[in-house]
C-alpha cells in the first residue's frame, strides 16, 4: 500500500479507535502486505492456510491474482503469482475477485478477458496439483452483457453469489451493485441466477462472501444507518427460507469503505480489505450464529496405507435433521477439507471406484472451536489384494521364502481358477470379500498345500491378507494324506470329484521328475479284515492307474492297500472313522 494511504489507514484506526468499542484490528503485514503495492479481496481456504487476493503487482501495475501460504511455524510466506489465470489475460485486462473453494480445488475470479459477454465475466480455475488450470467461463446462464463481479462460492459447491450491475446507479458517487445468486444444476452447469431479495438487495450492495456455514452472507452496503462510506453487514439465511435483517458490523466498520470480508472457516476471525490493505479482526460472539472447526480428512488405501489419489468426494451427514450435508472434494493427494459444526455428530461416507463404501462416525460434541481435526480414512480395496508366499515347514527361523511356488485359487461358487500374478516369491490374488475359495500351493521338491479361504475384510485389520504356506519338503518316508480322493461306496470306482486334488499329484511328479511314491489306501474298522484290505488295495491300484493315464511313468508308482492296519486316529466315533478312511502317499 502507497506511503500516504498507510498514514491515513492509521489516523483512520485512531480516530475510529477512540469513538467506538471496536474490536482491534491488525494489519496481516508482510510479506503479503506491501508499501509498493495494493492488496483487495483476500479468499482463504478451509483449513485457512491458503490466501488467494487480488493485487497490482502485475506488469506495470496489472491486476492480477496471488496466492501464500502457511509453513509449519503457521507464517505466511511470499506471494506467488497464479500463472495460468494471470497469463490469460491482455496487458490491460483486470483480474481480481477471487473465491477459493472451501474443499481448496477450485477458484473463481472475475476478469475482462477478450470474448467474454460483457465487461466483466466470471470464470473459474481448478487445481492441478501444485497448479491451475486455464480459466474457464462460468457459462452464460450467469455471464450476461452486463457487468458481473467478486464471485462467493458456497461451502457445498452448490450455490455461487456474485455481484451485477451496469452502472448506471450511483450513491454518493460510488457504483451500485446488486447481489445475485445462481444454483448448480444436476449436469454440473450453473442455473439461472436470482437477485437476492430485500432487506439484502437496498439499492447499493457490493462485495458478497457466503460463510462456512453454507447460511451467513457478509456483505457491502451504502444503506441508511451506515458509518460512512460502503459498510460491512451481515445476514442468516432462515430455515423458511428467508433472510434476516442485515446487521451493521459495528466492530469493523469506519468512515472509508470497507469491503472484500474473507471469514475463516472456524468463524473465528475476518480478513478484509481496508485503505488498500488486508487486515484482520476478531469476530465477537454475537456475530456468530454457529461455533466452527475445519476437518482435514486424508483418504488412504487401507492395504498399502498410500493415498488415494482418485477424484472423489467426502460427505459429512449431521445426525442433526435441519443440518444440511456438508460435501468436500479430494485432492490429488487424497486429502480432503470441510467445516463443520463444533457439537453436532456425523457420519462420514465416501464411495470410490474399486474400493468398498466408507461410513465412519466423527463425533464434534466435544471438539475446540477454531481448530483443525485432522483424521486418516482409510478405504478397503474391493476386491481385496490377498498373496501368499510358502516356506519349508522344517525350516528354522528365519524361513525364507520358496522360489517360484505354484498358487492356484478357484472360485467355489464357479469352480473357475482366478488369474495369479506372481512376481518373485509371492502370488497376489483379487478375492471379492464374503465369498468362499480354495487355495492350492506346491513348490518343486515340495509336497502341496489345499486349504479353503472366505475372503474377509476383517483380514485388513488383522494383517492377514498375505497367507504364508508351510509346505512339506519331499523327502524319503515323507507322507501327504490326500484330501478329498473319494470313491464309490463299497467300491474302488473314483468319483469324478477326486480328479482336482490327483492332478495335484501329477502336478507335484511333473516338477519333481525323480520323485517315485507308494500310493496308499486305507479303510475305517467296519467291515472284515480280508474285505477292508482287498478294497483298499483296489482303491490304491485305481489312484495309480488314474496318475498313469496322465502321463505320469507307472514305474515311479507303487500301489498298495493297508486295510484297518493302520489308523490314524482310534475308531471311536464317525468323525475319527472318516478321517481313517483316505489315501495318502509317501516318498519311496
Same mark, same amino acid.
Not at 3 to 10: E, G, S
Not at 107 to 129: A, H, I, N, T, V
Not at 221 to 232: H, M
Not at 324 to 341: C, D, F, N, Q
Given at each position: 500500500?502507497?506511503?500516504?494511504?498507510?498514514?491515513?489507514?492509521?489516523?483512520?484506526?485512531?480516530?475510529?479507535?477512540?469513538?467506538?468499542?471496536?474490536?482491534?484490528?491488525?494489519?496481516?503485514?508482510?510479506?503479503?502486505?506491501?508499501?509498493?503495492?495494493? %492488496?483487495?479481496? $483476500? #479468499?482463504? =481456504?478451509?483449513?485457512? +492456510?491458503?490466501?488467494? !487476493?487480488?493485487? &497490482?503487482?502485475?506488469?506495470?501495475? @496489472?491486476?492480477?491474482?496471488?496466492?501464500?501460504?502457511?509453513?509449519?511455524?503457521?507464517?505466511?510466506?511470499?506471494?506467488?503469482?497464479?500463472?495460468?489465470?494471470?497469463?490469460?489475460?491482455?496487458?490491460?485486462?483486470?483480474?481480481?475477485?477471487?473465491?477459493?473453494?472451501?474443499?481448496?480445488?477450485?477458484?473463481?475470479?472475475?476478469?475482462?478477458?477478450?470474448?467474454?459477454?460483457?465487461?466483466?465475466?466470471?470464470?473459474?480455475?481448478?487445481?492441478?496439483?501444485?497448479?491451475?488450470?486455464?480459466?474457464?467461463?462460468?457459462?452464460?446462464?450467469?455471464?450476461?452483457?452486463?457487468? %458481473?463481479?467478486? $464471485? #462467493?462460492? =458456497?461451502?457445498?459447491? +452448490?450455490?455461487?453469489? !456474485?455481484?451485477? &450491475?451496469?452502472?448506471?446507479?450511483? @450513491?454518493?458517487?460510488?457504483?451500485?451493485?446488486?447481489?445475485?445468486?445462481?444454483?448448480?444444476?444436476?449436469?454440473?452447469?450453473?442455473?439461472?441466477?436470482?437477485?437476492?431479495?430485500?432487506?439484502?438487495?437496498?439499492?447499493?450492495?457490493?462485495?458478497?462472501?457466503?460463510?462456512?456455514?453454507?447460511?451467513?452472507?457478509?456483505?457491502?452496503?451504502?444503506?441508511?444507518?451506515?458509518?460512512?462510506?460502503?459498510?460491512?453487514?451481515?445476514?442468516?439465511?432462515?430455515?423458511?427460507?428467508?433472510?434476516?435483517?442485515?446487521?451493521?458490523?459495528?466492530?469493523?466498520?469506519?468512515?472509508?469503505?470497507?469491503?472484500?470480508?474473507?471469514?475463516?472457516?472456524?468463524?473465528?476471525?475476518?480478513?478484509?480489505?481496508?485503505?488498500?490493505?488486508?487486515?484482520?479482526?476478531?469476530?465477537?460472539?454475537?456475530?456468530?450464529?454457529?461455533?466452527?472447526?475445519?476437518?482435514?480428512?486424508?483418504?488412504?488405501?487401507?492395504?498399502?496405507?498410500?493415498?488415494?489419489?482418485?477424484?472423489?468426494?467426502?460427505?459429512?451427514?449431521?445426525?442433526?435433521?435441519?443440518?444440511?450435508?456438508?460435501?468436500?472434494?479430494?485432492?490429488?493427494?487424497?486429502?480432503?477439507?470441510?467445516?463443520?459444526?463444533?457439537?453436532?455428530?456425523?457420519?462420514?461416507?465416501?464411495?470410490?471406484?474399486?474400493?468398498?463404501?466408507?461410513?465412519?462416525?466423527?463425533?464434534?460434541?466435544?471438539?475446540?472451536?477454531?481448530?483443525?481435526?485432522?483424521?486418516?480414512?482409510?478405504?478397503?480395496?474391493?476386491?481385496?489384494?490377498?498373496?501368499?508366499?510358502?516356506?519349508?515347514?522344517?525350516?528354522?527361523?528365519?524361513?525364507?521364502?520358496?522360489?517360484?511356488?505354484?498358487?492356484?485359487?478357484?472360485?467355489?461358487?464357479?469352480?473357475?481358477?482366478?488369474?495369479?500374478?506372481?512376481?518373485?516369491?509371492?502370488?497376489?490374488?483379487?478375492?471379492?470379500?464374503?465369498?468362499?475359495?480354495?487355495?492350492?500351493?506346491?513348490?518343486?521338491?515340495?509336497?502341496?498345500?489345499?486349504?479353503?479361504?472366505?475372503?474377509?475384510?476383517?483380514?485388513?485389520?488383522?494383517?492377514?491378507?498375505?497367507?504364508?504356506?508351510?509346505?512339506?519338503?519331499?523327502?524319503?518316508?515323507?507322507?501327504?494324506?490326500?484330501?478329498?480322493?473319494?470313491?464309490?461306496?463299497?467300491?474302488?470306482?473314483?468319483?469324478?470329484?477326486?480328479?482336482?486334488?490327483?492332478?495335484?499329484?501329477?502336478?507335484?511328479?511333473?516338477?519333481?521328475?525323480?520323485?517315485?511314491?507308494?500310493?496308499?489306501?486305507?479303510?475305517?474298522?467296519?467291515?472284515?479284515?480280508?474285505?477292508?484290505?482287498?478294497?483298499?488295495?483296489?482303491?490304491?491300484?485305481?489312484?495309480?492307474?488314474?496318475?498313469?493315464?496322465?502321463?505320469?511313468?507307472?514305474?515311479?508308482?507303487?500301489?498298495?492297500?493297508?486295510?484297518?492296519?493302520?489308523?490314524?486316529?482310534?475308531?471311536?466315533?464317525?468323525?475319527?472313522?472318516?478321517?481313517?478312511?483316505?489315501?495318502?502317499?509317501?516318498?519311496?
Amino acid at each position: 500500500m502507497p506511503l500516504r494511504l498507510l498514514c491515513l489507514a492509521f489516523l483512520l484506526l485512531s480516530i475510529y479507535g477512540s469513538h467506538t468499542q471496536a474490536q482491534v484490528r491488525r494489519p496481516v503485514g508482510p510479506p503479503i502486505n506491501s508499501s509498493q503495492f495494493t %492488496e483487495y479481496a $483476500p #479468499s482463504l =481456504s478451509a483449513n485457512s +492456510k491458503t490466501m488467494i !487476493f487480488e493485487t &497490482d503487482r502485475g506488469p506495470n501495475g @496489472r491486476w492480477e491474482l496471488y496466492f501464500s501460504e502457511k509453513n509449519d511455524k503457521n507464517k505466511w510466506q511470499p506471494p506467488k503469482p497464479i500463472t495460468k489465470v494471470n497469463a490469460r489475460g491482455r496487458d490491460n485486462d483486470l483480474i481480481g475477485g477471487p473465491s477459493i473453494s472451501y474443499d481448496g480445488q477450485t477458484l473463481y475470479f472475475f476478469s475482462s478477458f477478450e470474448g467474454g459477454q460483457g465487461d466483466m465475466d466470471l470464470y473459474y480455475s481448478e487445481r492441478q496439483g501444485e497448479d491451475w488450470s486455464e480459466p474457464k467461463s462460468v457459462g452464460n446462464a450467469i455471464n450476461t452483457a452486463r457487468y %458481473e463481479g467478486f $464471485p #462467493s462460492i =458456497s461451502p457445498d459447491g +452448490k450455490r455461487l453469489y !456474485f455481484i451485477r &450491475d451496469n452502472f448506471v446507479k450511483r @450513491r454518493d458517487k460510488e457504483i451500485c451493485y446488486t447481489l445475485w445468486a445462481s444454483t448448480r444444476q444436476d449436469d454440473g452447469t450453473w442455473g439461472t441466477p436470482e437477485q437476492l431479495p430485500a432487506p439484502i438487495n437496498l439499492g447499493c450492495e457490493k462485495s458478497p462472501r457466503i460463510m462456512a456455514d453454507g447460511r451467513t452472507i457478509i456483505f457491502s452496503s451504502l444503506r441508511p444507518g451506515g458509518v460512512g462510506s460502503f459498510d460491512l453487514y451481515q445476514s442468516f439465511l432462515e430455515d423458511d427460507g428467508t433472510w434476516s435483517d442485515p446487521i451493521n458490523l459495528s466492530y469493523i466498520n469506519t468512515e472509508a469503505a470497507d469491503q472484500f470480508a474473507s471469514v475463516s472457516a472456524a468463524g473465528d476471525l475476518m480478513y478484509y480489505q481496508h485503505s488498500g490493505d488486508i487486515f484482520t479482526v476478531t469476530i465477537p460472539d454475537k456475530f456468530r450464529k454457529y461455533k466452527l472447526v475445519t476437518l482435514d480428512a486424508q483418504l488412504v488405501d487401507a492395504v498399502t496405507k498410500k493415498p488415494i489419489a482418485l477424484a472423489s468426494t467426502l460427505t459429512a451427514r449431521s445426525s442433526t435433521p435441519k443440518e444440511k450435508p456438508i460435501t468436500g472434494k479430494t485432492t490429488a493427494e487424497g486429502r480432503v477439507s470441510m467445516v463443520l459444526r463444533v457439537g453436532s455428530k456425523y457420519a462420514l461416507t465416501t464411495q470410490m471406484p474399486g474400493y468398498l463404501a466408507l461410513n465412519q462416525p466423527l463425533d464434534m460434541t466435544t471438539a475446540k472451536e477454531g481448530t483443525a481435526v485432522e483424521r486418516t480414512l482409510a478405504l478397503v480395496p474391493n476386491p481385496l489384494p490377498y498373496s501368499f508366499e510358502c516356506f519349508d515347514k522344517d525350516a528354522k527361523e528365519p524361513r525364507p521364502a520358496l522360489k517360484a511356488p505354484s498358487i492356484k485359487v478357484m472360485d467355489m461358487e464357479t469352480k473357475k481358477l482366478l488369474e495369479v500374478k506372481l512376481d518373485g516369491d509371492r502370488a497376489t490374488v483379487l478375492l471379492e470379500p464374503g465369498k468362499n475359495y480354495k487355495v492350492a500351493a506346491q513348490a518343486a521338491n515340495y509336497g502341496f498345500f489345499v486349504r479353503p479361504l472366505v475372503a474377509d475384510t476383517a483380514d485388513v485389520a488383522k494383517n492377514r491378507l498375505l497367507r504364508k504356506i508351510p509346505l512339506a519338503a519331499m523327502k524319503k518316508d515323507a507322507t501327504v494324506v490326500l484330501e478329498n480322493i473319494t470313491f464309490e461306496t463299497g467300491s474302488a470306482a473314483l468319483k469324478p470329484e477326486s480328479s482336482e486334488e490327483l492332478d495335484r499329484v501329477v502336478e507335484l511328479l511333473t516338477s519333481s521328475p525323480d520323485l517315485k511314491l507308494e500310493l496308499s489306501a486305507h479303510t475305517d474298522d467296519v467291515g472284515g479284515d480280508d474285505i477292508n484290505l482287498k478294497l483298499s488295495d483296489k482303491r490304491a491300484n485305481s489312484v495309480l492307474k488314474y496318475l498313469s493315464g496322465k502321463g505320469v511313468d507307472a514305474k515311479r508308482l507303487l500301489a498298495k492297500g493297508y486295510g484297518k492296519t493302520q489308523p490314524l486316529v482310534p475308531n471311536d466315533s464317525d468323525e475319527s472313522r472318516a478321517k481313517n478312511r483316505r489315501v495318502q502317499f509317501k516318498i519311496r
